[in-house]
Every structure is written in C-alpha cells, then in structure tokens.
C-alpha cells in the first residue's frame, strides 16, 4: 500500500505562482511513476503531468505545458508541481497519484494510489 500526502494548495491572483508537494510513504518511492491531475467542478478528473521513476523523462498536457514543472526527490520521497503565471481556468482540486507496474501514463484509470487533494484557487 501507498499513501500520499499533498500540500501547498491555496488562493492566489492570476499571473502568481503556487509550489504543489506529494508526500509518500509506504513502499519504496523510487520504484513508483507518479503523476499530477486536477479537477474543477463539473468537469472530469483531468492529466496535468507525470514523471518517470528517476526523474529524467516529464510529459505535459497542453494546458501545463510551459508554464508549470513537475519534479521528484527521490531522497524526501516526494515529487513536487512548480505552478507558474497561473490563470482563473487553473482553478482546481490537484491530486497526486502513483502508478507501481504499469508505466508513466495521463490515464487516471492507470494509476493505483491517490492522495487526499489540494484546493488550487485563482482570482482574476
């Protein structure tokens, strides 16, 4: 089993920035993909980023790409989201998750372990 702890999540105006953290624990944390996504209300669950085991290969959506890195220590065992020049449409509860055998993947359904969320709030 895995568990998984985000923080970091808040209110800010839209052009700031915003340091998303994944806390892990319960299995060895460098044999696990990890991934962000988000949800707004009404909408779907949707990818935002993942990450490799190492942390060499990154993968973003579209709406992330250029403006937001994801990252991993593997040595804290946890994997981080540097969000920047944050827009309204941003607004979101972010999750944290963990895929063990399956591989890096945007696919919600691809992954095994989630964390509680952190409420993401930009004002205009």
Request: proline residues 2%; aromatic residues 12%.
């Amino acid at each position: 089993q895995v568990q998984l702890v985000e923080s970091g999540g808040g209110l800010v105006q839209a052009g700031g920035s915003l340091r998303l953290s994944c806390a892990a624990s319960g299995r060895t944390f460098s044999t696990l993909y990890m991934g962000w996504f988000r949800q707004a209300p009404g909408k779907e669950r949707e990818f935002v980023s993942h990450i490799s085991r190492g942390g060499v290969n990154t993968y973003y959506a579209d709406s992330a790409r250029g403006r937001f890195i994801i990252s991993r220590d593997n040595t804290k065992n946890t994997m981080y989201l540097q969000m920047n020049s944050l827009k309204p449409e941003d607004t979101a509860i972010y999750y944290c998750a963990a895929n063990g055998i399956r591989g890096s993947s945007t696919r919600s359904s691809e992954y095994d372990y989630w964390g509680q969320g952190t409420q993401v709030t930009v004002s205009s």
